[in-house]
């Protein structure tokens, strides 16, 4: 198994401040004007606390977990590659994002999410990236850009369709053109909760979709005979 980073845990707090002030001795004729008071702090304070279930409602159901598994290869004539073995795995977290000037520690609020994946080639040679990023202005989709301080060619894109769909766009920085396209079906198989990631490259050619990816991750250890893959990582 590789290691993932640590989730960013969000704990939800009850404000008791509205069921303190609301028992507190008050004048008759001013009742109903601090009752008016109490639910607009209520109200306010509701909103600053960050709304990861309502924020990302398909995301929040698989954050915090370490998924892997393995991936059949079909190239761009549909005839699947079974000598392309590849073993990979991702993990979801949310958390708040902090503020600019990080000797402060202070959160400005807003909520991000990171995604951390990497991927095991037939040579044993593996690939980590850690991505993060928050909603885009439209606020209908996610961006998230490498975490690396180079940068990077590509980034994210992720819309959620719940209650158990992601779908994600990769882009080239440089050009703005869609050179991957994903769905992420969150199911429930022999094993539990599990992840169907089908990826389709697109060509730049003659080809409109150079090859397909299709990867089933588990919550559990790596089971590498899944599609028959078993002693093909070199591990």
Same mark, same amino acid.
């Given at each position: 198994?590789?290691?993932?980073?640590?989730?960013?845990?969000?704990?939800?707090?009850?404000?008791?401040?509205?069921?303190?002030?609301?028992?507190?001795?008050?004048?008759?004729?001013?009742?109903?004007?601090?009752?008016?008071?109490?639910?607009?702090?209520?109200?306010?304070?509701?909103?600053?606390?960050?709304?990861?279930?309502?924020?990302?409602?398909?995301?929040?159901?698989?954050?915090?977990?370490?998924?892997?598994?393995?991936?059949?290869?079909?190239?761009?004539?549909?005839?699947?590659?079974?000598?392309?073995?590849?073993?990979?795995?991702?993990?979801?977290?949310?958390?708040?994002?902090?503020?600019?000037? %990080? &000797? +402060?520690?202070?959160?400005?609020?807003?909520?991000?999410? #990171?995604?951390?994946?990497?991927? @095991?080639?037939?040579? !044993?040679?593996?690939?980590?990236?850690?991505?993060?990023?928050?909603?885009?202005?439209?606020?209908?989709?996610?961006?998230?850009?490498?975490?690396?301080?180079?940068?990077?060619?590509?980034?994210?894109?992720?819309?959620?369709?719940?209650?158990?769909?992601?779908?994600?766009?990769?882009?080239?920085?440089?050009?703005?053109?869609?050179?991957? %396209? &994903? +769905?992420?079906?969150?199911?429930?198989?022999?094993?539990? #909760?599990?992840?169907?990631?089908? @990826?389709?490259?697109? !060509?730049?050619?003659?080809?409109?979709?150079?090859?397909?990816?299709?990867?089933?991750?588990?919550?559990?250890?790596?089971?590498?005979?899944?599609?028959?893959?078993?002693?093909?990582?070199?591990?």
């Amino acid at each position: 198994m590789r290691r993932f980073f640590p989730l960013q845990a969000i704990f939800f707090v009850t404000s008791l401040l509205a069921l303190t002030v609301a028992f507190a001795p008050a004048p008759a004729a001013h009742a109903q004007t601090r009752t008016r008071a109490i639910l607009h702090m209520s109200q306010e304070q509701g909103q600053q606390r960050p709304p990861t279930k309502v924020t990302f409602p398909v995301i929040s159901r698989i954050a915090g977990i370490n998924w892997s598994g393995d991936c059949r290869y079909v190239n761009a004539d549909l005839i699947h590659a079974s000598n392309l073995k590849l073993v990979g795995g991702v993990r979801y977290d949310i958390g708040e994002k902090m503020s600019n000037d %990080t &000797s +402060s520690g202070e959160s400005n609020g807003d909520v991000e999410v #990171t995604l951390s994946s990497f991927l @095991t080639f037939p040579n !044993g040679n593996t690939k980590e990236v850690v991505m993060r990023g928050g909603k885009t202005q439209a606020g209908n989709s996610v961006r998230l850009d490498t975490t690396a301080e180079e940068g990077g060619p590509v980034y994210m894109l992720l819309t959620e369709l719940a209650p158990d769909t992601i779908l994600i766009n990769e882009i080239e920085e440089a050009t703005g053109k869609t050179i991957l %396209t &994903s +769905s992420i079906s969150v199911v429930e198989g022999m094993k539990g #909760t599990e992840l169907i990631q089908t @990826t389709h490259e697109v !060509g730049d050619g003659k080809k409109t979709i150079e090859g397909h990816q299709v990867w089933r991750l588990s919550s559990g250890p790596i089971q590498y005979d899944d599609f028959d893959l078993r002693g093909t990582t070199g591990r």
